[in-house]
């Protein structure tokens, strides 16, 4: 073969598997566009179980958003009327905000603030709004029987004081945590709340931020960006093939690099709106049962383990299991031996979100390198630390009154 036919023929292969693979992308967007989807973790069955919950309204640029006070399915003021005509025109609702004891719009928040105190906008997930996943099974059971409990009227959340709730006198604070979200979410959130921030006249003097466990987990090996909308460079074909891949690899919601993108994307909008950011590490229990959403839904994770057994992702929560089991022994003999073999099992875990520790050291990167103060007590908790933790990743008020001291400290 000359080179002028080799040259057609390398040609003619390149243009037609260029076109195949175009084809291919065209043909997945088609059958894979955004439908609103409310569950953050639709191909993770574990975490999946708990966010079918009616707390979430979709939302076309987050992917989801808190829903009203009325359309909590735990209020007493529940309507299910105005919340189903509301659910399809949620882009025109207020924003909603976790307080101490209900959830409540922006605009009644915002409302009762002075504005010449100063004012800490708590951004981050469900470890920042509060979360009990074993108060998600109750109120499941409660109403599966027809009874209700005022645990079970609670919902999830409201089981305890966060930090926010914690931060003392001095300050007031703008609980904007929520369940589910991701650093991707929580950039895009963080410059929207702003934004409705501002229009009421309200300007925050600190913005922490708390991000990391969603970002590390697994979502059937998806990742945010190539689901959320407004991403229209995002590769289908790219998705689908790590999507098919999970036998040999495991794909983070977030990746390492998107991480530092984001982080760094929330620190500098907080500088350009002149607001000091204060990055939060997330903690993380270490006595959790790897793979675990609720204290009593062993066999939940049971039939999660059949779904993934030939994946690498059950594979390392099979050894994650094993580790642990082996740590908690350890802890009635040796502290140091049971710690080093409890993180191991945690670091295996990607079926509950807990953040890994190559996520912690991009988060210490990039404190480091934007000169942002990082809030790091993970150490202050205790090994045996079932005293501090609600469920696999959710401080409860010891914890968060560590967190929230740590806070006042540095910006004191």
Request: glycine share 6%; proline share 5%.
């Amino acid at each position: 073969m000359d080179r002028r036919e080799f040259l057609i023929k390398l040609g003619l292969t390149t243009i037609s598997t260029t076109v195949a693979l175009a084809g291919a992308e065209v043909t997945l967007r088609l059958i894979s566009s955004y439908e609103g989807e409310v569950n953050p973790f639709r191909h993770n069955p574990i975490i999946a179980a708990q966010t079918s919950e009616e707390v979430f309204f979709p939302d076309s640029y987050l992917g989801h958003r808190l829903v009203p006070d009325y359309a909590y399915v735990f209020s007493s003021r529940y309507d299910s009327i105005r919340t189903r005509k509301d659910s399809a025109k949620v882009q025109e609702l207020p924003y909603s905000l976790i307080t101490k004891d209900r959830i409540q719009s922006i605009d009644e928040v915002t409302t009762g603030l002075d504005p010449a105190k100063p004012i800490i906008l708590n951004i981050g997930d469900s470890s920042t709004s509060g979360w009990d996943s074993d108060a998600v099974t109750t109120a499941k059971e409660m109403r599966k029987i027809g009874r209700v409990n005022p645990i079970s009227l609670r919902g999830p959340f409201f089981q305890y004081l966060t930090y926010s709730d914690v931060l003392g006198e001095s300050f007031q604070t703008i609980n904007a945590g929520v369940p589910g979200y991701a650093s991707l979410q929580g950039a895009r959130y963080l410059e929207r709340l702003f934004e409705e921030l501002s229009v009421r006249g309200i300007k925050p003097s600190y913005i922490t931020i708390y991000f990391g466990n969603n970002d590390s987990v697994c979502n059937g090996n998806v990742e945010d960006k190539t689901v959320l909308p407004r991403n229209p460079f995002s590769s289908k074909l790219l998705a689908f093939l790590r999507t098919n891949t999970q036998g040999f690899t495991i794909v983070s919601r977030t990746s390492l690099d998107d991480y530092r993108c984001n982080l760094e994307r929330m620190v500098n909008f907080a500088r350009a709106s002149d607001v000091k950011p204060i990055l939060i590490r997330p903690l993380i229990p270490k006595v959790w049962y790897p793979g675990l959403r609720a204290s009593t839904k062993f066999d939940e994770l049971e039939g999660a383990l059949e779904g993934v057994r030939n994946t690498r992702q059950g594979r390392l929560l099979l050894e994650a299991i094993d580790l642990y089991k082996e740590g908690l022994e350890e802890l009635k003999k040796d502290e140091i031996k049971a710690e080093s073999l409890l993180v191991e099992a945690q670091n295996r875990d990607y079926m509950v979100p807990r953040i890994k520790p190559a996520y912690v050291e991009i988060l210490k990167d990039v404190a480091d390198k934007t000169n942002t103060s990082l809030i790091d007590v993970q150490t202050q908790i205790p090994i045996d630390d079932r005293g501090y933790f609600i469920d696999y990743c959710h401080p409860i008020e010891p914890a968060n009154r560590i967190i929230a001291q740590a806070v006042v400290n540095e910006i004191e």
